[in-house]
């Protein structure tokens, strides 16, 4: 049984971590403060405090924001800049020229930086946590190239398969005088896993769908080579694989 006493003594050993991993160094009119909490690096936090006209500024100087965007995250259409939104406001943090920011008086200062060191952590797990929302991101920008190239498509069309099973495609573009219907799935993560449920998704719609319809997957080739096996396992199934650093390549096969 937990007692009163061993409550206290958890919250003693928790500001004892804390303060053990804390450190200040001053950086001209800023105090750079080291954190013992960690990014997805394993790297420790910092944040930076400045005094203006009698409040305290504190930011990230921008990391969080900027590591993202290395590893393909951006912030660049509405849905992302929402989901970003929403979790900076649930901690009462703004985003100024990139970089996560707060205002503090004397008073509320231990508070509003605990405020922006959550903040941090939670937006640092958009990629660590969200991979379904990495994965949408990465039909967001299929879908958005398809609009530039003003190619028409259906988005998130559900198709029942021969065995009766449904099947969702990310784009369906409908057929012309000069292509068949075409049916296409973004694939964020090109594994045998993802790989395979196109394949079958595929073959089990393409026995009731026209003759000459065709399946494209796009596949994100951004962060991972893409494996001569799993293009090879789409060709077998008339399925065309398109890298997305190659998809300037297939244009053709998308218009009309």
Not at 14 to 22: Q, S
Not at 101 to 111: I, K, M, N
Not at 131 to 148: G, K, P, Q, T
Not at 215 to 226: H, S, T, V
């Amino acid at each position: 049984m937990t007692t009163a006493s061993d409550c206290l003594t958890l919250v003693d050993e928790y500001i004892a971590w804390l303060r053990k991993g804390l450190s200040v160094e001053q950086i001209g009119e800023v105090c750079e403060i080291t954190t013992p909490f960690l990014d997805r690096h394993n790297d420790q936090l910092q944040i930076y405090v400045q005094r203006e006209n009698g409040k305290y500024i504190l930011s990230d100087d921008g990391y969080i924001l900027a590591d993202l965007r290395q590893s393909g995250v951006e912030f660049d259409t509405e849905k992302r800049k929402h989901a970003l939104a929403t979790v900076l406001q649930g901690y009462g943090v703004t985003q100024v020229e990139g970089k996560l920011w707060v205002e503090a008086s004397r008073e509320d200062l231990p508070r509003r930086k605990h405020n922006l060191i959550q903040a941090m952590l939670a937006v640092n797990d958009l990629f660590i946590m969200g991979r379904e929302h990495v994965a949408s991101f990465f039909r967001e920008d299929v879908e958005r190239y398809l609009v530039a190239k003003n190619v028409r498509f259906v988005a998130m069309i559900k198709l029942a398969g021969q065995s009766g099973y449904d099947h969702t495609f990310d784009f369906a573009i409908p057929p012309s005088d000069k292509h068949p219907e075409r049916l296409a799935r973004a694939i964020n993560t090109p594994n045998r896993d993802n790989i395979g449920a196109f394949i079958f998704a595929w073959n089990d719609v393409r026995q009731v769908r026209k003759e000459n319809a065709r399946a494209f997957a796009f596949l994100n080739d951004e962060e991972r080579n893409i494996s001569a096996d799993s293009l090879h396992a789409l060709e077998a199934y008339e399925i065309i694989g398109i890298s997305w650093s190659r998809r300037e390549e297939f244009v053709e096969l998308l218009f009309g």
